[in-house]
């Protein structure tokens, strides 16, 4: 099996831009789409009617997340999206699907404030399944803020978590992890296992 650095991760996602025109959109679309199906087999194949919470950060590995909301929201389960970042630092093709799921009418809320806390915590607690998609590749340090939070609330719920490429609090390049790094039932790699 081959596995890949976080820097050397980024220069294939750049190849597929330059030499094969597949933009980060493109590449977003079709890793949410590949969470969702995940996400749809820990579900025991069917998603309708089913609960499941998104803790989303600013980057890409956000934007894949949110792609897999919507795709789940097609199948009929209930979802709710929970911002780690404010909605204004949502940029580029993350921030071009945090405007579909608006659009669409899926529940998104800012992480602001402990009424909005609250509301994340009584969604986990009802959840079938959870999805991390705050943190990619690109995480290094320790986790703090909503971020360290959002982890915590995740590992103290009853549901299955389903990282996004990598657990958040994981480091891609080391395999080192923040102690309240989340603890993932599943995993869905993108392209190449870290």
């Known amino acids: 099996m081959k596995l890949v650095y976080a820097h050397e991760m980024g220069a294939l996602d750049k190849k597929a831009a330059e030499e094969f025109y597949l933009p980060t959109a493109v590449l977003m679309e ?5 969470v969702a199906e995940t996400a ?3 579900l025991d194949g069917d998603v309708y009617a089913k609960s499941v919470v998104v803790f989303a950060g600013k980057g890409n590995n956000g934007g894949d997340g949110l792609v897999a909301a919507r795709w789940l929201s097609a199948g009929g389960a209930r979802v709710k999206i929970f911002l780690a970042s404010p909605a204004a630092e949502f940029t580029g093709a993350a921030g071009v699907q945090l405007k579909i799921c608006a659009k669409s009418g899926l529940a998104v809320t800012e992480l602001k404030g402990e009424c909005d806390w609250n509301v994340a915590e009584i969604a986990a607690a009802h959840a079938d399944l959870m999805i991390d998609a705050l943190l990619g ?3 290094k340090g320790e986790l703090g803020g909503n971020y360290k939070r959002a982890c915590l609330l995740m590992n103290g719920a009853r549901a299955d ?3 996004v490429d990598i657990p958040s609090g994981a480091q891609a390049d ?3 992890a923040d102690e309240n790094a989340v603890q993932a039932a599943a995993t869905v790699t993108m392209q190449l296992p870290k």
């Open 40 to 42: 749809a087999e820990l």
């Open 30 to 34: 079709n890793a949410g789409r590949a």
């Open 174 to 176: 080391t395999g080192e």
């Open 137 to 139: 590749t690109g995480f």
């Open 161 to 163: 978590v389903l990282a």
